[in-house]
């Protein structure tokens, strides 16, 4: 399975981004996709997904701030990033979940949140 993101970059405090991410190459079928990130000198942080089912996840630190949409038909899913602040600051991975339960990455894009 292949994911590729986009959307990363440079961002003032309290400005939007969005992020992208498409998955390919799955032989089984896609049941949760959603996005972790990891901050300098932070751990891996889990911060928001969404099933197939239209559950969703966030994590406290970005609830209310941010949204994550998916289109199942084209196994994309997105994040829309709100009101942004330098401790957003971080390498973004998107993920996915196939039947089986097997996880997988794609390779991250930074976002940076300027004071």
């Known amino acids: 399975v292949q994911l590729q993101a986009s959307g990363g970059g440079l961002v003032q405090s309290g400005g939007s981004r969005r992020l992208s991410c498409t998955a390919s190459?799955?032989?089984?079928?896609?049941?949760?996709m959603g996005w972790d990130r990891q901050g300098p000198g932070a751990q891996r942080e889990l911060i928001a997904w969404?099933?197939?089912?239209?559950?969703?996840y966030y994590a406290d630190s970005v609830k209310g701030r941010f949204v994550v949409s998916r289109d199942n038909a084209k196994n994309t899913v997105d994040l829309q990033m709100n009101s942004l602040k330098p401790e957003d600051t971080a390498v973004y991975y998107c993920?996915?979940?196939?039947?089986?339960?097997?996880?997988?990455w794609g390779p991250g894009t930074l976002v940076t949140v300027s004071s």
């Open positions: 993920y996915v979940t196939i039947e089986g339960g097997s996880n997988y």
């Open positions: 190459g799955s032989d089984a079928s896609i049941v949760n």
């Open positions: 969404k099933m197939n089912s239209g559950r969703t």
